[in-house]
């Protein structure tokens, strides 16, 4: 059968049309017997692209929540492994805490047991008269960083003058403080006491009268005077308002 057949009516026009007829190529001309398999696999693909996405992007959130987890877990190992120690330290320096604490190193400043230490220093020296000053507390600012935990190191300032007969009467003074209590010792002046020859004249500015024994007699050779500052430990803040300036004597 002649797929072209020429109209008789006008065979030019027949001719001319069979002339710009293309012929298609099989498998287009055969597409619509499989058009519904094709659709069907096009279907299929977009179909399990999308599931490919899905599941990606849900390992992906799985991996971050275990990233999560595992930071979550760390973090509690650590705390567990903080406490633990702490227990441990606890359980090695409590007996420490509680000699240091009975001391008066930690806890609130003990000024009336600081004066009653500098009276029993005295008496067993048997030292002449003393005077102190006492400043409000402040805190202590230190070259080197401490890690003192909760607590916070503070410090009284001690001004203390006396009359001693020589100087080991001095270091003897010191070591029985330091076996009561904590300070630090910031500096020590001695001076001779002077004389004169109608009397004996101290430095405090006291007159005997001639022929009585002289301040240097009754008190003491040296006139020292010293700064001390007596150490504390305690949770921090303190109180907002300091101890008033403290002064008194020894007799």
């Not at 002339?19 to 659709?39: D, E, H, K, M, V």
């Not at 190992?77 to 008066?104: C, M, P, T, W």
């Not at 960083?145 to 190191?153: E, I, K, S, T, V």
């Not at 410090?155 to 100087?167: A, D, F, Q, Y």
Request: overall charge neutral; charged content about 20%.
């Amino acid at each position: 059968m002649n797929a072209n057949p020429v109209n008789p009516a006008n065979p030019a026009a027949s001719a001319k049309k069979a002339a710009n007829t293309i012929a298609l190529p099989y498998w287009i001309a055969g597409f619509a017997q499989i058009r519904t398999a094709a659709l069907a696999a096009l279907a299929a693909v977009v179909i399990g692209a999308t599931l490919v996405a899905v599941t990606a992007a849900q390992r992906h959130e799985a991996d971050d929540d275990l990233q999560r987890t595992q930071r979550l877990r760390d973090t509690a190992h650590s705390r567990y492994a903080h406490v633990d120690n702490e227990k441990r330290d606890i359980r090695n320096f409590q007996q420490r805490y509680v000699e240091l604490r009975q001391r008066g190193l930690i806890g609130d400043e003990r000024r009336l047991e600081w004066v009653d230490a500098i009276r029993q220093v005295q008496e067993e020296l048997q030292l002449p008269p003393l005077s102190y000053q006492i400043e409000p507390q402040q805190p202590v600012r230190l070259e080197a960083a401490l890690d003192l935990g909760d607590y916070q190191l503070r410090g009284s300032r001690m001004r203390l003058h006396m009359e001693l007969l020589h100087e080991m009467d001095l270091f003897d003074f010191l070591a029985g403080l330091h076996a009561r209590g904590f300070f630090a010792a910031q500096d020590c002046s001695l001076k001779r006491l002077a004389t004169a020859a109608g009397g004996q004249v101290s430095q405090l500015g006291q007159l005997s009268e001639p022929g009585q024994p002289g301040q240097a007699a009754l008190g003491g050779n040296l006139g020292v005077d010293c700064t001390l500052n007596w150490i504390t430990m305690a949770p921090a803040p303190l109180a907002a308002q300091p101890p008033a300036l403290a002064t008194g004597r020894q007799p």
